[in-house]
């Protein structure tokens, strides 16, 4: 196969490279939003001494919310959102129905969770002026609000072309 | 070829690992919360190993079973991995450890699971023939 120009560029990594790479780097802004928050709260108990705002249940509810939307996003099947099953092999009329109710379920937590983790931002910590080291705890729920979602989002990306891949594989 | 050189530089590189973490616990502070790099790091490659033995490529009838447990196993490998990276931090953060034990510990956390990697990448190409 001949090339019209002298430098070649590099090919693109296959579809299942991809896929994979997308899944662990999900993985990966999953352990970071995680340990953001879990830096915040032991940052509140151990080394923050000078104040005594601490993070209590109320800064941990959003994440808890965010990681529930992102579960649920994530445990629906893809193949029931595109096609509308006209053949009703698995679960007859409605399936894409029920589908998208679930999913607007778990993309209303997980906005949720980052909208909450805002309004906490604001009400607990900005509104009251606390200097830095405190406003930290505030912004690190933000933060790992909006590293959940990334991470979900990434994990979406990376399973959509997923039919054909699997399609290779079973031939 | 994974013959008795690699073996032998890759169990120099896994001691070197060993060494510099328990060095970074050792030296700078009272506390081994270090060591918990080393248990993540040994921890890192098992989702990926149980997943994709459960994995059953050969039930092609089956649609939805096979690959989903295959991005779990990725997914919790990737969250191992980073988890080795943001765990000194944090701790170094809380001031629970210092700066430098924070370096040592990421640095021989990163020996060790590229040993382990590199270990696995060997020698599963021997076990294709």
């Not at chain 1, 939003?33 to 709260?41: K, N, P, Q, R, V």
């Not at chain 2, 990163?110 to 294709?128: A, C, R, V």
Request: glycine share 10%; proline share 5%; charged share 10%.
């Amino acid at each position: 196969m001949s090339h019209p120009f002298r430098i070649r560029l590099p090919a693109l990594p296959s579809q299942a490279v991809l896929r994979s790479t997308g899944v662990y780097i999900s993985g990966g802004l999953f352990a970071t939003a995680f340990y953001t928050f879990l830096d915040a709260s032991i940052f509140s108990r151990v080394a923050n001494g000078s104040s005594n705002v601490h993070i209590t249940i109320l800064d941990w509810l959003p994440l808890i919310c965010s990681i529930l939307g992102m579960l649920i996003i994530n445990f629906i099947d893809k193949t029931h959102l595109s096609n509308d099953d006209s053949f009703s092999y698995s679960g007859g009329s409605g399936v894409m129905l029920k589908a998208k109710i679930v999913l607007f379920m778990g993309f209303a937590l997980m906005a949720g969770g980052l909208a909450g983790s805002l309004a906490v931002l604001v009400l607990k910590y900005l509104v009251p002026g606390h200097p830095w080291p405190t406003l930290w705890l505030g912004v690190a729920g933000a933060v790992a609000n909006g590293l959940v979602m990334a991470s979900s989002s990434v994990l979406w990306v990376s399973q959509m072309g997923e039919g054909e891949y699997r399609y290779d594989l079973s031939l | 070829m994974a013959g008795l050189k690699t073996i032998i530089a890759l169990s120099f590189v896994l001691a070197i690992g060993f060494l510099l973490v328990i060095l970074s616990s050792a030296l700078f502070g009272p506390n081994y919360f270090p060591l918990l790099v080393v248990a993540t790091y040994v921890l890192a490659p098992l989702p990926n190993a149980i997943c994709s033995q459960c994995a059953t490529p050969n039930d092609f009838m089956d649609d939805t079973n096979g690959s989903g447990i295959v991005d779990l196993g990725k997914f919790l490998t990737g969250f191992f991995v980073v988890m080795g990276i943001a765990l000194p931090a944090m701790l170094a953060h809380c001031g629970i450890i210092q700066i430098p034990a924070m370096i040592m510990s990421i640095i021989g956390g990163l020996l060790i699971y590229g040993t382990i990697i590199s270990f696995t990448m060997f020698f599963q190409e021997t076990e294709e023939f």
